[in-house]
């Protein structure tokens, strides 16, 4: 039972799990924390003037032992672009839509209670793998171009998955198992109440212990599941779980509890999530993600993985639709690995929205001139529907 609590009189390691006002009128990402940081008591104290704390979560005794040793990130493998992004796109084409049987058909096996063909699967992650190796931009940007059916935040963490461990050059074998668990993680979703899932209303508490036990479902599925790394189910575990012990389904603390993997699989699984179309919220822009993330360094999430992941996403993600200082309109195809702010964009509609043919093609780090005197640069990433362009038309 919760008890409630003047905020003055908080103590570090109380489990905040309710506030006296909703959780979406004050900065708070999450609903539910554990006390760790003086940010956080401060936000408290100029929102709130008494919470709900949950004794049964209290973690009073350890709230303030020295943190943990930051986790080795960066791996040692240097990868190089041996192709461009348009001669890689067909690869990444056929690759992509192979992972997409291989998926529909796992979830459709799980379904009818029968057992997933691990060796497809695998092989598919791994074609999809070679192909962000060659240019990790070639996937990226025809994720962001196909339609997003019901598997389509699966199929974009793997993607996501695969190209962040090749960004912190990890070996070739754990880019693949990672895009493995990006794919699966949620494959015990399927073993939820039909409706469950897609209910646009906000989920009841109750509700919300149902949803948690997929990651239970999840385990035993693929631990089951012949022709897969043995190390899958336990990293399938972790997406949920948070540096503070607000996650789930263990409640684990700090970021050796976690591990390097898990962090991995949290971020990413919270930036496709929140990127992508859902029945209970709107689509956010990658910017706006990238923005809940950076608050959520050190205490939900590992902060050198988020500022890592940050830098590999770049300032404007492959696939983002751009204002450039034209007035020109544009689509985000490449990035530049040493200069992120300086991208490679497609032009397609000129300043007063009319389309441009032939596309116009811009590598803004060799400075191509807009004017005599004014180079081209970008303005402003374009929110999420703000213009009506459909880039599948100009690649697929």
Not at 132 to 157: C, F, H, M, Q, Y
Request: aromatic share 6%; with cysteine.
């Amino acid at each position: 039972m919760y008890r409630k609590i003047a905020v003055d009189e908080l103590q570090f390691g109380k489990y905040v799990a309710e506030l006296d006002r909703p959780w979406t009128d004050t900065p708070f990402v999450f609903q539910g924390f554990v006390l760790s940081t003086e940010e956080q008591l401060a936000t408290l104290k100029r929102f709130c003037k008494h919470v709900y704390i949950d004794p049964e979560r209290d973690q009073s005794d350890d709230a303030r032992l020295p943190a943990s040793p930051p986790l080795l990130v960066r791996g040692k493998v240097t990868y190089r672009e041996v192709v461009s992004v348009q001669a890689e796109l067909p690869q990444a084409h056929a690759a992509y839509g192979e992972m997409s049987s291989a998926l529909d058909d796992a979830m459709n096996t799980v379904q009818s209670g029968k057992v997933i063909e691990g060796p497809r699967v695998r092989a598919a992650v791994s074609q999809l793998t070679d192909s962000v190796v060659r240019n990790p931009d070639a996937v990226t940007l025809l994720t962001k171009l196909r339609e997003k059916g019901s598997l389509g935040i699966a199929l974009e963490s793997s993607i996501y998955m695969v190209v962040f461990a090749r960004f912190l050059q990890l070996p070739r074998d754990r880019l693949e198992l990672l895009g493995l668990a990006g794919l699966l993680q949620n494959v015990g979703m399927t073993k939820l109440p039909p409706g469950l899932v897609e209910k646009s209303a906000p989920l009841t508490p109750a509700e919300m212990e149902i949803v948690k036990t997929h990651v239970q479902h999840t385990v035993e599925i693929l631990s089951a599941t012949t022709g897969l790394p043995d190390e899958l189910p336990g990293i399938a575990s972790l997406h949920h779980e948070r540096l503070d012990g607000s996650g789930y389904p263990r409640g684990l603390r700090k970021s050796a509890a976690v591990g390097l993997y898990g962090g991995i699989a949290g971020i990413v699984d919270t930036f496709t999530a929140l990127t992508s179309h859902r029945t209970y919220a709107d689509q956010a822009a990658p910017s706006t993600a990238l923005n809940v993330l950076y608050k959520g360094r050190g205490t939900l999430f590992e902060p050198a993985l988020v500022e890592q992941f940050i830098q590999c996403i770049g300032v404007f993600p492959v696939g983002g639709v751009v204002e450039l200082n034209t007035g020109e309109i544009g689509i985000v195809v490449a990035q530049n690995p040493l200069r992120r702010l300086l991208p490679r964009v497609m032009v397609v509609r000129d300043a007063r929205g009319d389309p441009i043919q032939p596309h116009k093609l811009l590598d803004l780090e060799r400075t191509p001139m807009a004017t005599r005197d004014e180079p081209y640069r970008i303005r402003r990433t374009l929110e999420h529907g703000a213009v009506q362009i459909d880039p599948r038309e100009f690649f697929l």
